[in-house]
């Protein structure tokens, strides 16, 4: 194992949650996701084969772990990692567990230099619309990770998923630069990371009892919302009958294909906000 893994320099517990927390779902016969405080993480899989689709929240490995063992024994690993994006919510106990499990980590090349401590996201933006959350979004980190040993490596520019041959990743920037969801056409399950999600992320109260409604990325940590909003379009056209969020409840059916046709015909005046430092001085993209 590298010993060079390194957490952000910024990484730190964050003392947030949601009535969902500590508990999980099986959505299809292979398909778990488990709610790590407030953002989500998926297990894709079986005893024999399994795939860990991000790495929760800072300081709980013990947690995803313990998860782990429970779900399919002392020993378990999955065979890979696929990570979403890089934003602290998805890989803040990423090197614990690498720590453990020693196996390899795939993401699209564009988000590297936020995986390999070369570069910062953005600060998050407190002076974006929104609620309670936005505006002490500055607590969040946003210093780089660094796994750049030989765990880390670049997603098959064919769509392929590695360990995953029914599932192929679907290219959605505008949250972070490289961050992908994953589409199982047979079952048209979607784990759709933070382009799509189904709470409004910003709000305190919303994000706590996890009040279920079709939302655009978090508002306080996008930053190119043309490229949000065309990443929206192209998960909607997928026609996905399941959807496993980065943050909030899984969604499925009339319910879910209603809120994504909304999400797209009104991904201005529902996602955009009308201020921010990411909105303030540009125009807002074309419907």
Request: charged share 20%; proline share 7%; glycine share 8%.
């Amino acid at each position: 194992m590298d010993s060079n893994l390194k957490q952000s320099d910024d990484n730190k517990f964050i003392p947030m949650t949601s009535i969902s927390s500590g508990k999980g779902w099986q959505v299809r016969p292979d398909v778990y996701y488990y709610t790590n405080q407030i953002v989500n993480f998926v297990i894709i899989g079986s005893r024999e084969h399994w795939v860990l689709v991000d790495a929760g929240m800072p300081k709980c490995a013990d947690e995803i772990l313990d998860l782990a063992r429970s779900l399919f024994g002392e020993g378990a690993r999955p065979k890979a990692i696929i990570l979403t994006h890089g934003h602290f919510d998805h890989v803040g106990s990423l090197v614990g567990l690498l720590e453990a499990w020693d196996v390899p980590v795939y993401a699209h090349l564009y988000e590297f230099p936020f995986l390999t401590g070369k570069q910062a996201y953005p600060e998050p933006d407190t002076t974006v619309e929104g609620g309670m959350l936005a505006k002490i979004s500055s607590i969040y980190p946003h210093e780089p990770i660094n796994i750049s040993g030989a765990n880390l490596q670049v997603l098959p520019e064919d769509g392929t998923v590695p360990e995953l041959p029914d599932w192929h990743w679907v290219f959605t920037p505008g949250h972070s630069p490289g961050q992908i969801a994953l589409f199982r056409e047979k079952d048209r399950t979607l784990i759709s990371a933070d382009a799509v999600i189904t709470v409004k992320q910003d709000s305190f109260y919303k994000v706590l009892m996890q009040t279920q409604e079709i939302q655009g990325p978090p508002r306080y940590l996008t930053t190119d919302w043309t490229a949000a909003w065309e990443s929206v379009k192209k998960l909607a056209a997928l026609n996905p009958d399941l959807i496993i969020p980065g943050h909030g409840k899984y969604m499925a059916g009339e319910e879910l294909r209603q809120g994504l046709q909304k999400l797209v015909q009104e991904f201005d005046t529902i996602a955009i906000p009308k201020h921010g430092k990411f909105v303030d001085g540009h125009e807002k993209p074309a419907s």
